[in-house]
């Protein structure tokens, strides 16, 4: 029993061992694809836009995706995250600033050298993505981490160009004044881009994120009143 117990036990670590190299080898492709394809993007890309460039040639990093369901898109989300904070770190010391939103990525020349972020303040989102623990969670957490998204894990929510570009995906030119007008722009464009009616799940994904960005804006906004 013992010698059959510690065979399983070796199998598992020779498994997980085996695991680590693939997703290892996986964020080194993915490291050397998305700059490549945020410098071939200077204006900058969406995370949606960035994964469809992952999935196709040359790259063929990620398999298909069925983007409205969160748990399968999760590990996806994550692993593109925390490829951006490496790269972010990287980016730094060679004067280049990388900004990281699911609405627009972007590399930025700067012209001081950064570290890895504000002297004194915890960068929790770099934390979280850099952690490859939480590369799995369960479907419970993944919910509820990615409805509180924004605000969760910044601890400060999303600035104003976030905002903005939120507004600009539901249709505004500007940030509306009233969440309620956002509650029934998000309403018809989610019909409108609903697959029976001829639209595409992945924009309902960028709605879904645009949506929470300006849930966050609005609830920040009660709080300092």
């Known amino acids: 029993m013992k010698i059959t117990s510690a065979s399983t036990a070796t199998t598992q670590r020779l498994a997980e061992n085996s695991s680590e190299k693939l997703l290892e080898q996986q ?3 993915m490291l050397v ?4 394809e945020l410098r071939s993007s200077p204006a900058g890309i969406d995370e949606l836009s960035l994964i469809k460039k992952l999935q196709r040639s040359p790259w ?8 409205h369901d969160v748990q399968k898109l999760y590990p996806v989300h994550f692993l593109l995250f925390h490829v951006l904070y490496l790269l972010r770190d990287t980016l ?4 280049e600033c990388l900004h990281i939103s699911p609405l627009c990525i972007r ?3 700067q012209d001081t050298i950064a570290g890895k972020g504000v002297p004194g ?4 989102l770099r934390t979280f993505y850099l952690d490859l623990a939480q590369y799995e969670l369960p479907k419970e957490t993944v919910q509820q ?6 605000a969760g894990y910044t601890g400060s929510g999303p600035g104003k ?3 903005l570009q939120a507004a600009r995906v539901l249709g505004f030119e500007s940030i509306p004044d009233s969440f309620n007008t956002v509650k029934q722009a998000f309403r018809r464009a989610v019909m409108q881009a609903h697959p029976d009616r001829g639209g595409e799940t992945e924009a309902i994904q960028s709605l879904n994120q645009a949506f929470a960005i300006l849930k966050t804006h609005f609830s920040q906004m009660v709080e300092q009143i």
């Open 27 to 29: 964020i080194q492709h």
């Open 33 to 36: 694809a998305v700059e490549h």
């Open 60 to 67: 063929n990093l990620i398999g298909d995706l069925e983007f």
């Open 92 to 95: 730094a010391q060679a004067g």
């Open 107 to 109: 590399i930025e020349r």
């Open 121 to 124: 303040k915890v960068d929790n």
């Open 145 to 150: 981490m990615m409805d509180r998204f924004w």
């Open 161 to 163: 160009p976030e905002t």
